[in-house]
């Protein structure tokens, strides 16, 4: 019956947080805003509120380690999603032909993971109120950071968006009311997927750490991948790259967003520092993306891009390591 029930509302959640990623799309179009930026914060920000969601869910329900399982899980899944869709899409050159600027993003990324790596280790107890400092640098990182991306492409604009492509999409009022009620769709959903999640935890021995980083975070993560199979599919290479680049920095958003709801003191020192080495898999991943985006290295092995063969390889030897260390346990 548990099994049950969370692949119902992983099916409920996926299919909703499609749907909100669509009409975020749509809003973006309708409102003109730049490519990368609509990949990077917005269409970024649409698949990583099921994450979110996740994670208050998850401190609501007792289950901090879940919480850190599912964010660090998910920028490792995005960084294989970017792997595969390298070896999938080989005749595209996908890393090779997206602007450097999301060197940008990633570089964000690679600092928030860190950072959320640093604090995971160093266990700093400076609190204001109940919340952390670490969560606060966090979150202030995260704005800073979402600043300089703006800067950075507000002469860009979307590709390939004519009056026709226009013509297609829902229009604005449409997209938010859509947008608002897979909004709230994921709000009522979310728990059962925690509740569930935890079950299996407790009947596999798995540990609710373990299950939030395979298959809490494959779940999460299943609109990101839509959303940037889609972009790929209509020739938006900008868009699908940016939008795992901008997940990643999101979800360490995210990160230092739970210390805000976690009222039991400091949220990050509540997480085991055993994720360290999860964050660590997060960050090399990440950064493995980001030296692909800059290298442009145009060498393959038969029809097989290194830098994507690297991200699979990397990611299925990390969980590999991340099951025999026990890490979630």
Do not use: C
């Amino acid at each position: 019956m548990v099994w049950l029930q969370f692949v119902l509302s992983a099916a409920v959640i996926a299919a909703a947080a499609i749907k909100l990623a669509e009409y975020g799309d749509a809003i973006a179009y309708r409102t003109r805003l730049g490519g990368m930026f609509v990949g990077t914060l917005l269409v970024a920000g649409a698949t990583s509120l099921p994450e979110l969601l996740t994670v208050i869910n998850a401190i609501q329900q007792g289950h901090a380690n879940l919480t850190a399982g599912d964010l660090f899980g998910s920028g490792m899944f995005n960084m294989l999603l970017l792997g595969l869709l390298g070896l999938v899409f080989f005749r595209k050159r996908l890393l090779r032909r997206v602007a450097t600027r999301h060197a940008l993003a990633a570089s964000l990324a690679v600092l928030l993971t860190g950072m959320a790596v640093f604090f995971l280790i160093a266990d700093i107890d400076l609190r204001i109120g109940w919340v952390g400092v670490d969560s606060l640098l966090l979150i202030a990182t995260y704005v800073g950071g979402v600043g300089l991306i703006r800067g950075n492409t507000s002469g860009t604009q979307i590709e390939e968006t004519t009056e026709e492509d226009l013509s297609t999409l829902p229009s604005l009022r449409r997209a938010a009311i859509g947008f608002a009620i897979a909004a709230l769709v994921l709000v009522l959903t979310t728990p059962w997927l925690v509740r569930s999640a935890s079950q299996i935890a407790e009947i596999t021995g798995l540990g609710t750490g373990f299950v939030g980083l395979l298959l809490v975070a494959t779940v999460t993560s299943l609109p990101e991948l839509v959303a940037t199979l889609t972009a790929v599919r209509v020739g938006a290479y900008d868009m699908a790259v940016g939008n795992l680049f901008g997940s990643n920095v999101f979800n360490m958003f995210a990160l230092g967003i739970a210390d805000l709801v976690y009222t039991q003191g400091r949220f990050l020192g509540a997480i085991s520092p055993v994720f360290a080495l999860a964050g660590m898999l997060a960050v090399l991943l990440t950064t493995l993306g980001l030296v692909g985006n800059l290298a442009r290295l145009q060498r393959r092995i038969w029809i097989v891009e290194i830098d994507a063969l690297l991200l699979v390889l990397v990611y299925l030897g990390g969980m590999r390591l991340l099951y025999q260390r026990g890490v979630g346990g």
